[in-house]
């Protein structure tokens, strides 16, 4: 009898690259965890700290690596790249972090991978459109982490305001992970109620709804300011879509996913739920959207679009 095992690559060994694979340790996720990072000391350090863990967890071959080790991996989770800094949006670190995708896609396919590939560097929706250009691999074998985090952070701040579990709150951020970002709260629901019946009996009215969708965009900064760098958030949001992949789920989740017509717009990743299996996007989930926010999707996309077009034509 020969067990499936299954392997992941990270490419990537900063903040939230090691917040990652300890994440996957502790919800025993993938058998083989191969670890790739410029600085070689510290994936090799990363390793045999982490490996300490499978004693309380499950087992889990997890090493130092090259990208030679990729070729065989089931899953490839990219989160190297220059970091965003105080006072700097993710937009700013466009084309150093183009240079850097690029000079990771070219190994990662070299050593003849044919995994699903999640980008979850910065900008990501941008990163994540060159990493699929640079690759070649069909676009649904190649997604971002996009709104997930967003998504999350919406959920985190609606659960304080109406008393109830985020998981219990069905809402998302889409367009941008960014400053273009913002709230669907019209499509949003909380147990099959509309969100906006609930928050209006609530007593929450548009100013306070649109105070809570600018402190969910402007998180990263509050956080960033006080601590250096955001990690642990996109970390576990990562080891979510992880799971997604590797138990093959068909789970909805929002993601930077690759758009054919969806909202009026092609060629171009960006913020939306998709459902997600172990071929990567099985299906891209277009919002219903009133006026309001389909112009907001727009203005995202095209503030993308056009950032994307400057960066890749000075590569």
Excluded at 110 to 136: E, H, R, W
Aim: hydrophobic share 40%; glycine share 8%; with cysteine.
């Amino acid at each position: 009898m020969t067990l499936e095992r299954q392997k992941v690559a990270l490419i990537g060994d900063g903040a939230v690259g090691s917040s990652y694979a300890y994440a996957m340790m502790h919800q025993g996720l993938a058998e083989e965890f191969v670890i790739v990072d410029v600085i070689k000391k510290r994936t090799e350090g990363d390793a045999l700290d982490l490996e300490d863990a499978q004693v309380f967890t499950s087992p889990k071959h997890i090493y130092s690596g090259d990208y030679s080790d990729c070729a065989d991996a089931d899953l490839a989770i990219i989160t190297a790249g220059a970091p965003q800094k105080p006072g700097e949006t993710r937009l700013d670190l466009v084309n150093k972090n183009l240079k850097i995708m690029q000079s990771i896609i070219k190994p990662l396919v070299g050593s003849g991978f044919k995994g699903v590939l999640v980008v979850a560097a910065n900008p990501v929706d941008i990163l994540t459109y060159a990493a699929q250009k640079f690759s070649g691999f069909p676009k649904n074998r190649v997604f971002g982490s996009g709104t997930s985090l967003d998504s999350a952070r919406l959920r985190v701040a609606l659960g304080k305001k109406l008393d109830l579990n985020p998981q219990s709150v069905d809402a998302y951020i889409l367009g941008e992970h960014g400053d273009s970002e913002f709230a669907a709260y019209s499509a949003a629901r909380i147990g099959g109620q509309p969100f906006l019946d609930v928050a209006k009996k609530a007593g929450l009215s548009s100013d306070d709804l649109a105070t809570i969708e600018d402190q969910t965009r402007h998180k990263a900064y509050e956080i960033i300011n006080r601590k250096g760098a955001t990690f642990y958030g996109v970390a576990t949001c990562l080891m979510r879509i992880s799971r997604a992949v590797l138990r093959d789920e068909n789970t909805i989740l929002p993601v930077g996913a690759p758009l054919d017509g969806e909202y009026g717009l092609t060629d171009i990743y960006i913020g939306t739920p998709a459902v997600i299996n172990a071929n990567g996007i099985a299906k891209v989930i277009e919002v219903p959207l009133n006026d309001d926010e389909k112009a907001k999707m727009t203005a995202s996309a095209e503030t993308l679009q056009k950032t994307t077009a400057n960066g890749m034509a000075q590569l």
